[in-house]
């Protein structure tokens, strides 16, 4: 069974509750009798309550617990509002207080009749950001409309697409968060702004597309705290035979960057410019760096990708990428937010610890508010691996932090890899099972955020200890002390 910190919370608040009286896996109805009851054995044997276990021949342990231990209400102030992560390589960051909510649209084939040019890549780019919205930004697919050419359910019509933005601008309350994202063409037709769907019909535009201005004031009317828009349109090329150009107009952006409290706006071109799409990337250049700034490279020293350092991660690699192909796009951002728009981040701030360069390997001032994320990175790096590898794992990352350079080094081996620290041999597995086991220590220390790649050749793969990974070191090493002791 796994360590559920949400259920293990409920039953410290129901212990809390219970002036002695005796709590049971009976009055918890909802869950399973058993993983109840494990939850308490873990409680239990942490010291964390004090309980009686009852076993039955040929079934596991029953609890009765009657209170919490010092430690345990210390350990329940610590996660009596925190909210579990998710065991991605980047956490989950949920809304500070409200719901988050998407509509994402990517139009690849327009009807061919109006020769109006096809995107293959805007399909990836719509899929490709909803996976990572839902996986690493707090959103949930129950809360996101997809709307892409390939889906026979809701393909991006204008007539789907303008009934998913009136449903969540109605859905969501003041503390809610809306995501809008169209990928596709745009253009300034009849002097009016206007984003093509799959079924725009260009004599009967203003019937058959999305009218920008019609779009800003259904958003407008939501009660959402904050609105945000990305709009990777302008597609190079647009049409052929019409006289059209595609290219990003005054008024379209205009209409694009429509102001608002609350509300961030971000174009993937400036007016006079394309926004293109490369097989390189199998997706717009612009999408793609949103996705990748979303997955983790545009976080700052704490981890943290805000909706700002997005932005300027965009920027930098748009500006390179432009520069190397000899090209014209630079991305648009006009915000009206208040504070900082928190998207995704690597792991929970460590804010209570020097920085890496000043403390090397020698943390001493422990941040004990954290305990609950370190167990829950203990439980996430031993779930793939035998239970007998615990302690070599811990000791791994203890070994590393205390190394003069906090540096794993791994190079090919007999049998697989050598894993070395400071100047020996921490292992030299004896066999390819062993190996791999090694292996997959390694990588989920870097999916938990204790370890970073900074190397990575055929002949040689760095790993550093990051900041959560000195934590959970020295947690991991007063933890064996206090073993000792006992």
């Given at each position: 069974m796994k360590?559920?910190l949400?259920?293990i ?8 509750e ?6 049971t ?6 869950h399973?009798k058993w ?5 308490m054995?873990?409680l ?6 004090k309980?009686?276990?009852f076993?039955s021949d040929g079934?596991p ?6 209170q919490?231990t010092?430690?345990?209400h210390k ?7 925190r909210?579990?992560?998710s ?5 989950t960051?949920?809304s500070n207080?409200g ?5 994402i649209i ?6 061919p009749?109006e020769?109006?040019s ?8 719509a ?7 839902c996986?690493?930004c707090?959103?949930t ?7 892409i050419t390939?889906?026979g ?8 697409i303008?009934a998913?933005i009136?449903?969540?601008?109605e859905?969501?309350?003041p503390?809610d968060?809306i995501l809008?994202?169209f990928a596709g ?11 093509l769907?799959a079924d725009?019909r260009m ?6 597309a999305?009218?920008?201005y019609e779009?800003?004031s259904?958003l ?13 349109a302008?597609?190079a090329?647009?049409?052929?035979g019409r006289g059209?150009?595609g290219?990003m107009t005054?008024a ?5 960057f429509?102001t608002?409290t609350?509300w961030?706006?971000?174009s ?9 799409e ?7 250049v612009?999408?793609y760096y949103?996705?990748?700034g979303?997955?983790?490279k545009?976080a700052?020293?704490?981890g943290l ?11 930098t ?10 090209q014209?796009q630079?991305p648009?951002?006009?915000v009206?937010l208040?504070g ?10 460590t804010?209570?610890f ?10 001493t001032?422990?941040c004990t ?8 990175m203990?439980?996430t790096?031993s ?9 070599q ?8 932090a205390?190394s003069?350079a906090?540096e ?6 007999q049998?697989g890899?050598n894993v070395?620290?400071g ?6 597995p004896?066999?390819?099972?062993v190996?791999n ?14 370890l970073k790649?900074?190397?990575e050749?055929?002949?040689?793969t760095i790993?550093s ?5 000195f ?9 064996f002390e206090?073993d000792?002791?006992q």
């Amino acid at each position: 069974m796994k360590r559920d910190l949400d259920l293990i919370r409920e039953i410290c608040l129901k212990i809390e509750e219970s002036n002695n009286e005796g709590v049971t896996a009976q009055q918890f109805p909802e869950h399973d009798k058993w993983h109840v009851n494990y939850q308490m054995e873990l409680l239990y044997e942490e010291g964390y309550v004090k309980g009686t276990p009852f076993a039955s021949d040929g079934e596991p342990c029953e609890f009765v617990i009657y209170q919490l231990t010092a430690s345990g209400h210390k350990y329940l102030d610590t996660i009596r509002q925190r909210k579990t992560k998710s065991k991605t390589p980047l956490e989950t960051i949920e809304s500070n207080t409200g719901r988050r909510y998407a509509i994402i649209i990517g139009v690849s084939e327009y009807d061919p009749r109006e020769g109006i040019s096809s995107l293959p890549y805007t399909i990836n780019d719509a899929t490709r950001l909803r996976n990572i919205l839902c996986d690493k930004c707090g959103f949930t697919k129950d809360r996101t409309k997809l709307h892409i050419t390939s889906d026979g359910i809701d393909p991006p019509t204008r007539s789907n697409i303008l009934a998913s933005i009136q449903y969540i601008s109605e859905t969501a309350g003041p503390d809610d968060l809306i995501l809008l994202f169209f990928a596709g063409h745009g253009s300034e037709i009849l002097d009016n702004p206007y984003l093509l769907t799959a079924d725009t019909r260009m004599n009967v535009v203003a019937k058959t597309a999305l009218d920008v201005y019609e779009i800003n004031s259904t958003l407008r009317n939501s009660e959402a705290r904050c609105v945000i828009r990305i709009f990777d349109a302008c597609r190079a090329p647009f049409s052929k035979g019409r006289g059209l150009d595609g290219r990003m107009t005054d008024a379209l952006q205009e209409s694009l960057f429509t102001t608002g409290t609350g509300w961030a706006n971000i174009s993937s071109c400036s007016s006079g410019q394309y926004s293109y799409e490369t097989g390189e990337f199998e997706q717009g250049v612009f999408s793609y760096y949103l996705c990748e700034g979303l997955s983790g490279k545009a976080a700052d020293d704490q981890g943290l990708v805000t909706l700002e350092n997005l932005v300027s991660y965009i920027k930098t690699n748009l500006s390179n990428w432009s520069d190397k192909n000899s090209q014209q796009q630079t991305p648009h951002f006009q915000v009206d937010l208040a504070g900082v728009t928190e998207l995704s981040r690597l792991t929970a701030p460590t804010s209570h610890f020097p920085d890496i360069e000043d403390n090397p390997f020698n943390v001493t001032n422990k941040c004990t508010t954290c305990e609950d994320e370190i167990l829950e990175m203990m439980d996430t790096c031993s779930q793939t691996i035998e239970w007998e590898f615990n302690v070599q794992e811990m000791n791994l990352l203890i070994a590393a932090a205390e190394s003069p350079a906090g540096e794993i080094h791994v190079t090919p081996a007999q049998y697989g890899i050598n894993v070395l620290i400071g100047n020996c041999d921490f292992a030299n597995p004896k066999t390819a099972r062993v190996a791999n086991q090694y292996e997959v220590i390694l990588e989920n220390f870097v999916n938990s955020g204790a370890l970073k790649y900074t190397k990575e050749t055929p002949e040689l793969t760095i790993y550093s200890v990051t900041r959560m990974g000195f934590e959970s070191a020295e947690f991991f090493s007063s933890s064996f002390e206090k073993d000792k002791r006992q």
